[in-house]
Structure formats: structure tokens, C-alpha cells
């Protein structure tokens, strides 16, 4: 067994081909997502070297078609030790990734699955999609068909294994998540997955919003370690999501593009600028008096402001901001990390950071309050938590959140042999 875990190189590109399905919908999902992601690994072999899927992917579908979440694993031909579990990014294509499992920040579960996690808590989406990810099973005729990721890793522990969970995007919140949770149930009071203690776990993540309070940081640095391994471009919006304070915050967001993008000096009027100074005062105001902190070894990658990001020469302020994040957030980590876009047969995804939806919110919206009173006026969505299927909740102050959050709070306390907090 190799020590070393694998390269970001190999993580990044194996965490980008989740995304083969982001564009298309239907129930056959998983299977199509299979053949892009085995040609995709194929097509990578010269650089990341060869690997094959073992599991998956899982996908969830939610009740429009598209994907919600998807994972898979792959192993290293060449060091058969090494395995992947790899975690899709948010689907702009998605209402429940970007409404639900990105924004649901205003509200936190407790972090049930170690009793030395005093005060650790995550955000409700990050909650929502651990427990999606982890009642997750392939389809029929894929590798595992029908069997959870712990199912599958209970396979691979009578040898001496490692482990790195790796993701982009939603995905870089919710890799070192779910690591996090695989690191405290090998072992666990109920079925614990590798009583050998042969599995060595780490996460590799990469453009992901912080996960959780201070607390979770602090106790996912201490129980990951040397092999928790973050990294963000310094000019990504989203990793500036959801500390307050320090580097990346949100703080910084509303002038991470200055001096190209910037406020119009008076008696000049840009109200786009203003839609931009609205869309971050929302991501406050949604995270307010959550703590929440950065995870430790977050390796910074300096990122370039680049005109490429732009289609037309005629674009406002606000389409600027959102297109320069668009860009930022995806193709900013493609030379970083050597990755070819051309290795997934499919069509990528538009580069997107917010949903045209609330980017029109955030124009209409002349303060932080009002674009949350107009998300909560918006129609109920059903969405999948665990095994079940639920009315979502709007925002702050919405009953229904305290009902979900019981919902994975009870989910995660069954798993960790625990009682559901009061």
C-alpha cells in the first residue's frame, strides 16, 4: 500500500467527471453517467494514470429530472490500494442544489457521529446532502448495484486501504463531510465498517463553501489531519461563502474583483453594482451568527481576473461579477490542476454561480431582507431527505426547517447509536 495519498492532479480531474450528467434529464441517469465517467477515466489515463469504477455512481434525481447528487468510486490499477470516492458540484440546473443544499445555511444540525465533537455543527444543506450521499445505491448492472458506499467499503477493508474523498463545488463542502463521517463510524458504536482499522481516510476538496461552525473545523482538523487537504482559487466566489470573517469571507466578496469591477463613482448610477452589494448582504444574512470557519490547510491558488469570462463587451456590473465568478469557479482551476476538459465526451456544463432565478431576485431586491421575503414566497419544492420525501423549507423563520433538521438529526443519531438531541 502507497503512504501517499493520491495527487490533486488525480483528484480534481476524478471529482469534474461527476458533472457528465449535469445537462440532460431522465431516470437512467446513473447508467449514462456511467459510460461518460469510464470514458472519461480512459481518456485522463496518460495523466492521472489509470483508474477503474468499482462503485456507482450513485445518482439522485430529483422530481424534475435533473441530477441533485452523484458519487462514485474508482480504484488506482496501478496502486490498487488507492481509493477515490468522488462527489458531484452543485447542478445549476438544479432548484433543490442551489435553493437547498447551497443556501440552507441559516440553519444548523449538531455533528452526532463522535462525542469529542463538542459543539460542532453543519450547515442544514451540507446536513441534507451527507444524508442523501449516504442512502445513495448504484442502479441496476453498475458496480454495487444496490448497495450503499458503506456497504461497498466493507468489501475492501480485509487489506490495508486508503481512502481520499474528493469533490469540487457543492462537492468541496461536502468531500471532507463526508471523510469526516467515515473517519468517525469505521469504528463506530453501530456497524462499524472497518473494525480492522485498515482504512486510512483523507479528503481532497477543492471551490467548496465552508461546511460548518468553528467547532467542526477545529474537530475536522483534528480527526483528518495531514491528509485534509482544501484548496480554493483565490478569486472563486464560493469559497468566500460562508466565514464571516478572515480569508476567504464573505466579508471580501462584494470587492474580490476590484479594481475592474467596482463601485461607480458618484453622481454616477450603476444599479446592477447594487444588485451585487444585495446578493452578498443575502449570503450574510443567511449566515449570520453561524460561526462558520474555514477548514485548516486551506491552500490558497492565486487566481487571474481575465476578460475571457466575458461574452460581450456590453455587460452590466452584476453580469460581470456573476460571469467572472462563473469563470473563476470552474475553468480557473482547469491549469492549476492540469485538467482537459476534453477528457469528459460530454458537454460541460455552462459555467454558472448563481441561478438566473436569483439573479433576478437580487436585481429586484432593493435590500438583503426583501430578496429573503421574495424566496420565501416562492412555491413549495419537494425534495429527498434520506429516504424520504418532504416539502422544502423556504428560509429563515420557516417552520419547516426545524422539521427537516429533526428529520437528519434523527437519521444521523440512529446511525451513531446516539440520542437525537432534545
Known amino acids: 500500500m502507497s503512504t501517499n495519498p493520491p495527487t490533486q492532479v488525480q483528484t480534481f480531474a476524478l471529482s469534474m467527471f461527476t458533472n457528465a450528467v449535469q445537462n440532460v434529464t431522465g431516470q437512467d441517469l446513473a447508467l449514462r453517467a456511467s459510460k461518460q465517467i469510464s470514458q472519461a477515466l480512459e481518456n485522463a489515463a496518460s495523466t492521472i494514470g489509470q483508474w477503474q469504477l468499482v462503485w456507482g455512481p450513485g445518482v439522485l434525481v430529483g422530481k424534475d429530472g435533473y441530477s441533485v447528487n452523484t458519487m462514485y468510486v474508482s480504484q488506482s490499477v496501478a496502486d490498487p490500494s488507492q481509493y477515490v470516492i468522488s462527489i458531484g458540484g452543485t447542478n445549476f440546473n438544479s432548484p433543490i442544489d442551489t435553493l437547498i443544499e447551497d443556501l440552507h445555511v441559516y440553519k444548523q444540525v449538531p455533528w452526532l457521529f463522535n462525542i469529542g465533537a463538542i459543539g460542532a455543527k453543519i450547515a442544514l444543506g451540507t446536513a441534507i446532502g451527507l444524508l442523501n450521499l449516504q442512502n445513495l445505491r448504484p442502479a441496476p448492472r453498475l458496480p454495487g448495484e444496490g448497495t450503499t ?27 471532507p463531510t463526508v471523510a469526516l463521517w467515515l473517519a468517525d ?43 485534509l487537504q482544501p484548496a480554493y482559487n483565490t478569486l472563486d466566489l464560493v469559497p468566500h461563502a460562508w466565514a464571516e470573517f478572515g480569508t476567504p469571507s464573505l466579508f471580501e466578496m462584494w470587492k474580490i474583483y476590484e479594481p475592474n469591477i467596482a463601485p461607480p463613482v458618484l453622481p454616477k448610477v450603476d444599479l446592477s453594482y447594487a444588485a451585487i452589494v444585495v446578493l452578498v448582504e443575502v449570503f450574510r444574512l443567511l ?16 487566481g487571474s481576473y481575465t476578460t475571457d469570462a466575458y461574452k460581450s463587451s456590453t455587460l452590466d456590473s452584476l453580469q460581470k461579477f456573476l460571469a467572472q465568478g462563473a469563470y473563476q469557479h470552474i475553468e480557473g482551476y482547469y491549469a492549476p490542476f492540469g485538467y482537459d476538459p476534453n477528457w469528459m465526451p ?37 425534495i429527498q431527505v434520506g429516504d424520504v420525501v418532504v416539502d422544502a423549507p423556504k428560509g429563515p423563520n420557516d417552520p419547516q426547517a426545524d422539521r427537516v433538521a429533526a428529520i437528519v438529526q434523527a437519521a444521523f443519531a440512529k446511525q451513531a447509536g446516539v440520542n437525537p438531541p432534545a
Open 149 to 175: 458506499l458503506v456497504d461497498f467499503l466493507r468489501t475492501i477493508v480485509s487489506n490495508k486501504v486508503h481512502i481520499t474523498v474528493a469533490g469540487h463545488s457543492l462537492g468541496g463542502a461536502l468531500a
Open 185 to 227: 463510524t469505521a469504528q463506530g458504536l453501530v456497524l462499524p465498517w472497518d473494525p480492522g482499522k485498515n482504512a486510512t481516510i483523507g479528503a481532497q476538496s477543492f471551490a467548496g463553501p465552508t461546511a460548518g461552525n468553528g467547532e467542526f473545523a477545529f474537530y475536522s482538523g483534528a480527526r483528518l489531519g495531514a491528509l
Open 287 to 302: 449566515a449570520m451568527g453561524g460561526g462558520y470557519t474555514t477548514l485548516p490547510n486551506l491552500k490558497p491558488v492565486t
Open 346 to 382: 460530454a458537454s460541460p456544463p455552462e459555467p454558472v454561480i448563481l441561478s438566473p432565478e436569483l439573479a433576478a431576485l437580487a436585481q429586484s431586491s432593493s435590500s438583503a431582507n426583501d430578496f429573503v421575503a421574495a424566496l420565501q414566497q416562492r412555491p413549495t419544492r419537494q
